[in-house]
């Protein structure tokens, strides 16, 4: 139950990428899919969740940039990512959960299953 980040990549100031996480799930439509980022010598960072319902939570730092989707149907989880920043520039992973709490979205410790990240790289 290992889910898999995929759709990094270098990309210029402004521009988009969509990160796609894969999980092979049977209960997928019950998990809580969350992104956390890891920048080079800085802490792990929370980035969008999108709970069991459809519900989403992001970062003050992407809200308006990014957004996350599901579909249930293929077990995947979608985050886009527009007006890409240098700062954005991280490795990104996702996380699979169940039974997390609203509250708790933002917190790494909540969800159960890493998968290996994909690293974004934001640059001119």
């Known amino acids: 139950v290992q889910p898999q980040a995929s759709g990094g990549g270098l990309v210029q100031p402004g521009d988009s990428l969509r990160l796609v996480c894969a999980a092979s799930?049977?209960?997928?439509?019950?998990?809580?899919i969350g992104w956390f980022r890891q920048a080079p010598g800085k802490e792990r960072e929370f980035v969008a969740a999108i709970r069991w319902n459809g519900s989403p939570r992001y970062a003050d730092s992407v809200k308006g940039r990014f957004t996350i989707s599901r579909d249930n149907a293929k077990n995947t989880v979608h985050l886009q990512m527009n007006s890409l920043k240098p700062e954005d520039t991280a490795v990104y992973y996702c996380?699979?959960?169940?039974?997390?709490?609203?509250?708790?979205?933002?917190?790494?410790?909540?969800?159960?299953?890493w998968g290996q990240g994909t690293l974004v790289t934001v640059s001119s």
């Open positions: 996380a699979a959960g169940t039974g997390i709490i609203l509250s708790s979205v933002t917190e790494g410790t909540a969800y159960s299953n």
């Open positions: 799930i049977h209960t997928f439509r019950t998990y809580t």
